[in-house]
């Protein structure tokens, strides 16, 4: 935790161990502090204290590990590198990207696309499924029952990227997924981590059975070098297993190169949204705009993306690491757009089942948290 007023006009006198009496979210080095942030903290403490009554609903997960990776996280009785370590998974691959000690995105390269999930076959999804689900998926529990997953294994932590686009379309696109033929095209906007755990939008494969999905990642995030590159992924990240029908196809069918049996392909684009956009609508009109962990009230750079949005009118999802970043991005939205959400707030059943680490509220945040939309 950080003081609320750090950075402004004095310096902090201590550690923040002075918290707000009316939310108990937010906390102080100092009264002089609380008392200079009042005017500003007055009208979000009545939506924090709110927030803060949904603790133990933002904790609810049905892993075995739910009880470490969410409170003990919180109360630092256990840290991301501790319950890696326990899983075996620390530093490796894709998983060396979800603690403090991981890479940084500017070390992004074409090793990260094919990292493998480096658990055994029976913790992961490694290979087709035996069939599609037969209703629409809406939480952990039904994901890992359809996949056959066991609810001690960690995949979630990765999966609740494809996962949140699979929520996200039917949210944003609902009936109407039936509407657009065999083509999905969605627009990725401002992907950051997921640049160094591609491999795990395989998964796209067994959520959307029947359909050619075309993925757009556009952000500052992407790498110059790595700008127009297009990603075809054919098989799913492979386990540790010997024996395993993953090992069947061979390394080099994740290939560069599309053809007609492309079922799943990502492409990679520098730069902001609105400024790319005359670029990519030449190869990929959006039937759905995804932007992750937005952080639409911190960013100007927001402001003429979301004008875009609202003039192709295209279904656009948010989400946010917790409920008062989307009410902040949500005001912001309306106040561009003149307009009121089409896609209200709600709690994303699959967000990362584990807390952010030194959040700056007392309230959990989580990765793909909440959603809202235009």
């Keep these: 935790m950080e003081c609320a007023w750090k950075g402004r006009a004095t310096r902090c006198l201590g550690p923040p161990r002075r918290r707000c009496g009316g939310c108990g979210a937010v906390s102080y080095c100092s009264a002089s502090h609380q008392i200079s942030h009042w005017s500003e903290h007055k009208e979000e403490c009545e939506r924090l204290k709110q927030h803060m009554k949904e603790i133990d609903m933002l904790n609810e997960f049905p892993f075995t590990f739910s009880l470490e990776a969410t409170i003990k996280v919180c109360e630092k009785w256990e840290t991301r590198c501790s319950l890696l370590r326990k899983w ?77 686009i699979y929520h996200a379309s039917k949210t ?37 059975p029947g359909f050619n999905v075309h993925v757009e990642l556009v952000g500052p995030a992407v790498p110059q070098r790595r700008d127009g590159e297009r990603i075809t992924l054919c098989r799913y990240a492979r386990c540790l297993g ?25 492409n990679l684009r520098n730069g902001f949204y609105h400024d790319r956009y005359g670029d990519i609508v030449k190869d990929s009109f ?8 937005a952080g639409i009230a911190a960013y100007p750079s927001w402001s003429p993306t979301i004008e875009l949005i609202k003039e192709i009118s295209v279904p656009a999802v948010f989400t946010d690491y917790c409920e008062e970043a989307c009410n902040l991005g949500a005001s912001c939205i309306t106040s561009i757009t003149g307009s009121p959400l089409s896609f209200p707030i709600q709690l994303n059943p699959f967000r990362q089942p584990m807390v ?19």
């Design 88 to 164: 075996g998974t620390h530093q490796l691959g894709m998983w060396s990207h979800e603690c403090h000690c991981g890479t940084s995105f500017g070390s992004f390269d074409c090793s990260s696309i094919i990292n493998n999930w480096d658990l055994p076959d029976i913790l992961c999804p490694c290979n087709e499924p035996v069939s599609p689900p037969s209703r629409h998926l809406s939480s952990w529990r039904e994901y890992y029952e359809w996949r056959s997953i066991p609810l001690d294994s960690p995949v979630a932590l990765l999966l609740h990227w494809p996962l949140t």
């Design 356 to 374: 952010v680490e030194d959040s700056a509220l007392f309230l959990p945040c989580y990765s793909n948290c909440f959603l809202y939309g235009m």
């Design 242 to 266: 010997t024996d395993c029908i993953c090992k069947s196809i061979q390394d080099g069918d994740w290939g560069r190169q599309t053809s007609k049996s492309t079922t799943l392909v990502l």
């Design 172 to 208: 944003g696109l609902g009936s109407r997924i039936a509407e657009i033929g065999q083509k999905l095209h969605i627009h990725y906007l401002g992907p950051e981590k997921e640049l160094l755990q591609l491999a795990v939008f395989a998964e796209l494969h067994a959520l959307f």
């Design 286 to 293: 959006p039937h759905l705009i995804i932007a992750p962990n």
